[in-house]
Structure formats: C-alpha cells, structure tokens
C-alpha cells in the first residue's frame, strides 16, 4: 500500500464483442460522446524546468523533489506516455534506463529491474497507487490482467534498487508505483478511441463529477489485440481481449481528514499455446492452445489528514479478489486483504516515518495434469512494521537517511531489510548520493508445495524433468551498493547516473535427486533448492536536453553484467543461468520530440537492445535490434487531439524474448501502426 501516496499527488496534472461489424458503430457513438472536458494539460508541451521540479514518493513514502532523492529515481509522466505513442502499461517503461521490457507475444511481456527478467519476474515490486499487484502463485506481475487505461495515469515512478526497507518484501531490484490522476483532475465527459494493426479496437470512456466537498470519476475501457507471429511464421495465439469498469472518489470529511476510494472490476482473456509433453505424439509434445481467463474486484481505501507541525499520518486498506482459469491447467481463486498505516513527525534534525501492515491471503489453487497441488487450500500472509529517520547533518548540504522493516512470513519467518543512504549537495543543483542496501524475497505459492512437467529431456528413452518444491525454503536476499550523481550542469541539461554491485544469496536453483517411471515416462525428480549465489554490476545512465521550447531529447543507457557461482552440475548451472542470464547487456534509447508549431508535434523513439545474455544451449540465441517508432500529434482544437502512430518500423516483426519455464512457443513482434481520437465537447 502506499499510504505516503495520500499525501503526495499533483493536483495540478490534471462480456464486449470485439467483432469486426461494432468497430465502425462504437467509433461513431464516441464520435457523437458529449464531454466538458478531456485534459488540461496539453501533452504537446515540455518544459526542462518542469523534470527538475518534479516531486516523488516512492523512495521514502513521502513527498520529495527529485533532485533531493538519494535513489536511482526516474518518473514516466503522462505527457511522456502521450508522445511515446505506447497502449500497454509494459511499452510505458522500455525508456527507463536500468528496466528490461520484452514483448514475449501480444498479451505477454518480461519487465526486470537490473536483471532477472522474465515473464514472472520476482524481484521487482509493482504498485497501482501504492497497492501491491505482485502475484504470491508465481512470485512476479501479470501484465496483461494489470490493463489501467493510460489515460488515467498520472506518473509512474520507477525506483531502481532495493526498496524493501519501506515497500517491504519484493522489492528486491526496484519498485514500479503506478499513479493514476486524482478524479478532481479528470471532472467531464471524455473519450479515446484507437484503432490499428494490432490493436484492432481501443476504446476509452469516462465521465467525472463532483460531490459535496469531493469528486468522482467512473471509467470504462475494451480492448481487442490481434495475434502476433510464431518464429516459424504461424499464427502467434496470442490474441488478447480486455474489459474494465473503474471508479475513484474523493471526500473531504472534515477532522477525519479526506477519503479517497478506488475500485475495478476487470475481466481478461489472453490466449496462449503450450507445447506439452504428450507420450502418444510422435514428437513427445502436443501444441496446446487455450485461454487464460483473470476475473477480479480491487477496492482501496485511503483516510489522510495533515496536521500542525509538519505532522501527517494515513491508513489505507485494500480488498482483491481473483480468480484465474489457465485454460483446463490450472486455476486459482484468492482473496487477499491488506491494512497499511504510516505516522510522519519531526524532532529536532530529524524527519521520522513510522509505520505498520498486515497482509492475508486466502488462495485456492488447482492442478490438472501439468500442474500438481496436493493441498489446493492455503491460508498465509505476513505482518511487518517500519521505521525511516531522515537526518539532516548539514541544512542544504548533507542528508543520512536511515531505515529498516521488519517483517513475518507465514513461509520463512522473520525478515530484517535495512537501509542507509546519504546525500551530499555538491553545489547548487549537483548531488552526490550513496546508498547501502538489504533486502529479500518471499517464496510462492509454485515454489512452496507446486510440482510442474514442462519439458522433455530426451526421446530414448522418454525422459521429462519435473520440479517440485523443496523440503526447507528461504527468502533470496541481495546486498546494494549504490553510487549516483544528478544535476543540472547548464540551464537546458540534466543528467542522472547511477553506478552499482548487487550480491545475491539463497538464489532459486534446482538438482536432480533421481529417476522412475510414471505413464511411459522416466521422470527426473528435480526439487527446488535455494542456495544459489551471483553477482549484478551495472551502470545506468538519463540525459534530457532542451535547447529550444520546440525541442526536447531524452537519451538513456543501460549496461548490465550479471554472474553466478555455478555449482558443477550440468542440470543446476543451466538453471542457475536461465534465471539470471535473460537480460540484455546493454540498451540504448533516445526519444526525440519536435513541435514545428503550436498544437503540432513530432516523436521518435530509437531503441537499440542488445543479445540477451542466455547459455542455454538448447535454444536459439535472442539476437540484438534496433527499432523506430514515429508518432504525429495534432491538437485539433482544446477538445480534440489526433495522433497517427508507427511502431516497430525498421523489420517486418522481431523476437525480443526467447524459452519460458512454461513451454511456449517463441513469437515475433510486427511492425504495427494505430489511430488515436481523444475528444470532449462543452
């Protein structure tokens, strides 16, 4: 939860049928929507000034400037988001230097902080207003079921590095806190329409009003996707279609302090396809396609007041409900609660947070065949509490922060995750920062009493390898260290650079404890182990340069270099390096926005992303690209903005991602192109 995001936004920031035959219809009706209207801000405008100025909460659950921030910080706005062109929440973040972002298919993607990428990434934290959506089946983030309409985004702050000494457990390599705008900010009738090649229908609604002494807003969003391509030129099976009905309140309740209320109800169908094991086919395995099916209920509540003194405190509860059909696999019902309270004061030369949570998962998971749960039911949860002090040693100089969570997994006990940073001001508008982290990682519900048959080892004889949990688990824990410099050496430049080393401990890995026989099948017993060791080292770096208010460029690379300590075994060094080893070396990016005029403006995005580090030699190498995307915008009126947008321009599709723990097929990005209305009328 985010209970410091009561305290912090920027008020100013202001079952559908996808057939062919209702496109035309439903563009009419949003033709013909009455609105006030759309956005005050318009996302043709930049302003420099405007980055420098930005203010975050994600590092320290408070509101703080980004040039005073000791963390490798960065803030995607909701202009960037306009000029990019992007429709998903993943496309959003492939400029943040330090994050991997691949489209492993239409309706999938592999989004990693500083390593460890993959479908179900398990070390990076992602929040939507402060309420973890970190998934506790398969410890990581289900992207295509966390479709928020960008349109209601306000920013999303990426912090790089641990942050668990405040976020608690998962937030290993970083943290990503979706904000959506405040419903005071989004008051009217507005809608969005886009169609294209591959998103063959987008379509966006919403209508805002105000309350005695708040505001509300209602939303909808449906979206249909086309599918992509397999490598060898079939059809991907990825097809992708979304429905989502939102809404936020805010209140103000006078002593109380002020209320605010957010809730979705969501439904998600991807499609998908396996190659499974089959004893009875030729090949020992069949191609399977189904449907992912994720239904669900969020609802957040939040009570904030500021009082004298710089003194404030929040409460934020949240409810969600999912339930999810991976085709006749596996399925899984949760009920998750979380309560989260934080209390700020002041006492001298220092600025105090104190705080506490509990969270409660109630879950019933489901095997069929792939998938073998002994004990479907399972009830578990963790309660922790806070404390973060920051202290300034010299005013306008030199700030220590110091922090530390304490947290109790039903699984693996106690946790400790300290935290100390220091932040040096150079000089006006130059810092130096440094930073000392901990912090770990909690099991999931697939490592901690799961067992899967996903690949074949060899056709003579028949052999497949199944994991399944191990007798003892730990938290994985890393180690930080973190070196970094923002500034603003000229008037039109800034620039951010982090440098670091993250050791890690008690890493996921498996071995081979032996052979027998089940179905035809000679099966190697593979338990899970967590005793594994490696190393990321890296360098991120961000520059903006604004030599004229008609033009703006943002550059951003990214170095990695990932090791492990192998521990002899053929079976567990191939597993230790899959898990590690799926990350780009290097990425490059630079957007470029032209406005020619007043109302008109010009984007293009470059991306270059390296060979992703992978010995697996069982599989074909994912080679480097490079890519452009172009988009041009035209403010038509204060109530009407068009958009002409082309991705993935320079190949006729590439693959970005490679094999999966799941044993699907690998797919091919196209080169795409979309329309984009947005509209409100008086």
Same mark, same amino acid.
């Given at each position: 939860?985010?209970?410091?995001?009561?305290?912090?936004?920027?008020?100013?920031?202001?079952?559908?049928?996808?057939?062919?035959?209702?496109?035309?219809?439903?563009?009419?009706?949003?033709?013909?929507?009455?609105?006030?209207?759309?956005?005050?801000?318009?996302?043709?405008?930049?302003?420099?000034?405007?980055?420098?100025?930005?203010?975050?909460?994600?590092?320290?659950?408070?509101?703080?400037?980004?040039?005073?921030?000791?963390?490798?910080?960065?803030?995607?706005?909701?202009?960037?988001?306009?000029?990019?062109?992007?429709?998903?929440?993943?496309?959003?973040? +492939?400029?943040?230097?330090?994050?991997?972002?691949?489209?492993?298919?239409?309706?999938?993607?592999?989004?990693?902080?500083?390593?460890?990428?993959?479908?179900?990434?398990?070390?990076?934290?992602?929040?939507?207003?402060?309420?973890?959506?970190?998934?506790?089946?398969?410890?990581?983030?289900?992207?295509?079921?966390?479709?928020?309409?960008?349109?209601?985004?306000?920013?999303?702050?990426?912090?790089?590095?641990?942050?668990?000494?405040?976020?608690?457990?998962?937030?290993?390599?970083?943290?990503?806190?979706?904000?959506?705008?405040?419903?005071?900010?989004?008051?009217?009738?507005?809608?969005?329409?886009?169609?294209?090649?591959?998103?063959?229908?987008?379509?966006?609604?919403?209508?805002?009003?105000?309350?005695?002494?708040?505001?509300?807003?209602?939303?909808?969003?449906?979206?249909?996707?086309?599918?992509?391509?397999?490598?060898?030129?079939?059809?991907?099976?990825?097809?992708?279609?979304?429905?989502?009905?939102?809404?936020?309140?805010?209140?103000?309740?006078?002593?109380?302090?002020?209320?605010?209320?957010?809730?979705?109800?969501?439904?998600?169908?991807? +499609?998908?396809?396996?190659?499974?094991?089959?004893?009875?086919?030729?090949?020992?395995?069949?191609?399977?396609?189904?449907?992912?099916?994720?239904?669900?209920?969020?609802?957040?509540?939040?009570?904030?007041?500021?009082?004298?003194?710089?003194?404030?405190?929040?409460?934020?509860?949240?409810?969600?409900?999912?339930?999810?059909?991976?085709?006749?696999?596996?399925?899984?019902?949760?009920?998750?609660?979380?309560?989260?309270?934080?209390?700020?004061?002041?006492?001298?030369?220092?600025?105090?947070?104190?705080?506490?949570?509990?969270?409660?998962?109630?879950?019933?998971?489901?095997?069929?065949?792939?998938?073998?749960?002994?004990?479907?039911?399972?009830?578990?949860?963790?309660?922790?509490?806070?404390?973060?002090?920051?202290?300034?040693?010299?005013?306008?100089?030199?700030?220590?922060?110091?922090?530390?969570?304490?947290?109790?997994?039903?699984?693996?006990?106690?946790?400790?995750?300290?935290?100390?940073?220091?932040?040096?001001?150079?000089?006006?508008?130059?810092?130096?920062?440094?930073?000392?982290?901990?912090?770990?990682?909690?099991?999931?519900?697939?490592?901690?009493?799961?067992?899967?048959?996903?690949?074949?080892?060899?056709?003579?004889?028949?052999?497949?390898?199944?994991?399944?949990?191990?007798?003892?688990?730990?938290?994985?824990?890393?180690?930080?260290?973190?070196?970094?410099?923002?500034?603003?050496?000229?008037?039109?430049?800034?620039?951010?650079?982090?440098?670091?080393?993250?050791?890690?401990?008690?890493?996921?890995?498996?071995?081979?404890?032996?052979?027998?026989?089940?179905?035809?099948?000679?099966?190697?017993?593979?338990?899970?182990?967590?005793?594994?060791?490696?190393?990321?080292?890296?360098?991120?770096?961000?520059?903006?340069?604004?030599?004229?208010?008609?033009?703006?460029?943002?550059?951003?690379?990214?170095?990695?270099?990932?090791?492990?300590?192998?521990?002899?075994?053929?079976?567990?060094?191939?597993?230790?390096?899959?898990?590690?080893?799926?990350?780009?070396?290097?990425?490059?990016?630079?957007?470029?926005?032209?406005?020619?005029?007043?109302?008109?403006?010009?984007?293009?995005?470059?991306?270059?992303?390296?060979?992703?580090?992978?010995?697996?030699?069982?599989?074909?190498?994912?080679?480097?690209?490079?890519?452009?995307?172009?988009?041009?915008?035209?403010?038509?009126?204060?109530?009407?903005?068009?958009?002409?947008?082309? +991705?993935?321009?320079?190949?006729?599709?590439?693959?970005?991602?490679?094999?999966?723990?799941?044993?699907?097929?690998?797919?091919?990005?196209?080169?795409?192109?979309?329309?984009?209305?947005?509209?409100?009328?008086?």
């Amino acid at each position: 939860m985010s209970a410091g995001l009561a305290i912090e936004q920027n008020e100013a920031r202001k079952r559908w049928n996808p057939d062919m035959t209702l496109r035309p219809y439903a563009l009419t009706v949003m033709l013909a929507c009455q609105a006030t209207a759309f956005a005050q801000t318009d996302p043709m405008d930049f302003s420099l000034g405007e980055l420098v100025a930005q203010e975050v909460i994600s590092v320290a659950r408070k509101r703080q400037d980004i040039g005073d921030v000791a963390a490798a910080v960065y803030v995607v706005s909701s202009e960037d988001i306009a000029r990019m062109g992007v429709t998903t929440l993943p496309d959003a973040l +492939r400029l943040v230097p330090g994050v991997q972002v691949a489209a492993i298919g239409n309706n999938r993607w592999a989004v990693g902080v500083r390593g460890f990428n993959g479908r179900f990434t398990n070390s990076l934290l992602v929040m939507v207003d402060g309420r973890t959506v970190y998934s506790p089946l398969f410890s990581g983030t289900f992207w295509e079921a966390l479709d928020i309409p960008l349109a209601e985004v306000d920013r999303i702050e990426v912090v790089r590095g641990p942050g668990a000494s405040v976020w608690g457990a998962n937030a290993v390599n970083g943290v990503v806190n979706i904000i959506t705008k405040w419903a005071r900010a989004t008051q009217g009738d507005a809608a969005q329409v886009i169609v294209g090649s591959e998103d063959k229908a987008l379509v966006y609604a919403r209508h805002g009003g105000a309350l005695d002494d708040g505001h509300y807003r209602l939303s909808y969003q449906g979206r249909t996707r086309d599918d992509s391509r397999q490598v060898n030129g079939d059809r991907g099976e990825d097809g992708w279609q979304t429905h989502r009905l939102g809404l936020r309140l805010e209140k103000f309740l006078g002593d109380p302090g002020e209320l605010s209320v957010m809730g979705e109800v969501f439904r998600n169908d991807s +499609r998908d396809q396996w190659n499974v094991p089959d004893i009875t086919s030729p090949t020992l395995v069949r191609a399977t396609r189904f449907v992912q099916r994720d239904e669900g209920v969020n609802l957040t509540a939040r009570l904030n007041r500021s009082l004298d003194h710089g003194r404030e405190w929040a409460l934020q509860g949240s409810y969600q409900y999912v339930d999810s059909q991976v085709g006749d696999f596996l399925s899984e019902r949760r009920h998750t609660m979380d309560l989260d309270g934080q209390y700020r004061f002041s006492a001298g030369s220092h600025d105090l947070i104190v705080g506490a949570g509990l969270r409660h998962h109630d879950q019933e998971v489901v095997g069929n065949g792939f998938f073998q749960v002994p004990q479907p039911h399972r009830r578990f949860g963790l309660a922790s509490a806070f404390i973060h002090d920051e202290i300034t040693l010299l005013p306008e100089e030199l700030t220590l922060t110091a922090g530390l969570k304490f947290e109790h997994h039903t699984w693996t006990g106690n946790e400790w995750q300290p935290n100390l940073r220091l932040a040096w001001k150079v000089a006006p508008d130059h810092m130096l920062w440094a930073a000392v982290s901990e912090a770990s990682r909690t099991p999931a519900r697939i490592e901690y009493d799961m067992q899967y048959t996903p690949l074949v080892l060899a056709a003579v004889p028949p052999t497949v390898i199944s994991f399944r949990s191990g007798e003892r688990l730990n938290a994985e824990r890393v180690r930080s260290y973190e070196l970094g410099y923002r500034g603003q050496p000229t008037e039109t430049t800034h620039i951010d650079v982090t440098g670091f080393v993250m050791r890690y401990r008690n890493l996921r890995n498996v071995y081979t404890t032996g052979f027998y026989g089940s179905g035809g099948w000679v099966v190697a017993d593979t338990p899970l182990s967590l005793n594994g060791h490696g190393t990321v080292s890296g360098l991120e770096a961000a520059v903006d340069w604004q030599p004229s208010a008609r033009w703006l460029l943002r550059v951003s690379y990214s170095h990695l270099e990932p090791s492990i300590e192998l521990p002899g075994n053929r079976l567990s060094d191939a597993a230790a390096e899959f898990y590690m080893q799926r990350v780009p070396s290097d990425q490059l990016s630079a957007h470029l926005t032209w406005k020619p005029r007043a109302g008109h403006a010009m984007d293009m995005v470059v991306r270059h992303v390296g060979a992703l580090i992978n010995r697996d030699r069982g599989e074909p190498e994912t080679e480097a690209y490079t890519e452009l995307d172009l988009q041009y915008g035209w403010r038509v009126s204060p109530k009407l903005t068009l958009a002409v947008t082309g +991705r993935n321009l320079l190949h006729a599709r590439h693959a970005e991602f490679g094999r999966l723990y799941m044993p699907s097929p690998t797919h091919e990005i196209e080169r795409s192109v979309h329309f984009t209305a947005q509209w409100a009328l008086d």
